[in-house]
């Protein structure tokens, strides 16, 4: 009983230190405070990328909007969990996924087909996620307008939230990486 108890201490200040327990490293994503700590927007980033002119390409390469069709977006991330973190959102503001219209949810699902080979040709990973968080239950940061994750993966990223002390997870620089994903979208035939 002692004993146990004494391991829960030492674990516990462990965990203090910042090497704890495997679960918490693998929480541990630095460069994500400045969006934790950030006052909350009170826009939406999504429909503001929404709304940029086609042809900005700096104001696109500003707001890290890779592409956009007459129904959705993809856009990198601001606060990657790792690098090559893409999302992919309609144009509309909604947090209704059930009834996304057939060409949103078309539009969704081709773009990220193209994220995710975008992101093989650039980055080599090893492996994707795709997911959505509906809902403030579910871990949704921005609730109101829906959005997929794209990540790249590489084996021994072990969490769906990965994934952090590995490293690919090095924070690489954004603008950088906007340019070497952009260009795999302006390729494309029909870009807005
Ligand atoms: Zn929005």
Same mark, same amino acid.
């Given at each position: 009983m002692a004993k146990s108890r004494k391991k829960t201490r030492v674990a516990a200040k462990a965990s203090k230190r910042g090497r704890g327990p495997i679960a918490q490293k693998a929480l541990f994503a630095p460069w994500r405070m400045p969006f934790i700590l950030a006052p909350k927007d009170p826009g939406c980033f999504f429909c503001r990328a929404a709304a940029l002119k086609a042809g900005d390409e700096a104001g696109w390469k500003d707001a890290l909007l890779l592409h956009r069709d007459r129904h959705a977006l993809a856009i990198m991330n601001r606060y990657p969990y790792i690098g090559g973190h893409l999302l992919v959102a309609p144009?509309?503001?909604?947090? *209704?996924f059930a009834n996304l219209t057939p060409q949103e949810h078309k539009s969704m699902w081709e773009l990220a087909r193209r994220c995710v080979g975008l992101l093989e040709k650039t980055m080599r990973p090893q492996g994707h996620n795709l997911g959505m968080n509906l809902g403030k239950a579910a871990g949704a940061g921005v609730e109101a307008h829906l959005h997929l994750h794209v990540l790249p993966r590489w084996l021994g990223d072990t969490n769906f939230l990965p994934v952090v *002390?590995?490293?690919?997870?090095?924070?690489?620089a954004l603008g950088e990486l906007w340019e070497t994903f952009r260009p795999e979208f302006k390729r494309a035939k029909h870009q807005a």
């Open positions: 144009l509309r503001h909604t947090s *209704d *002390d590995g490293t690919h997870s090095i924070p690489v």
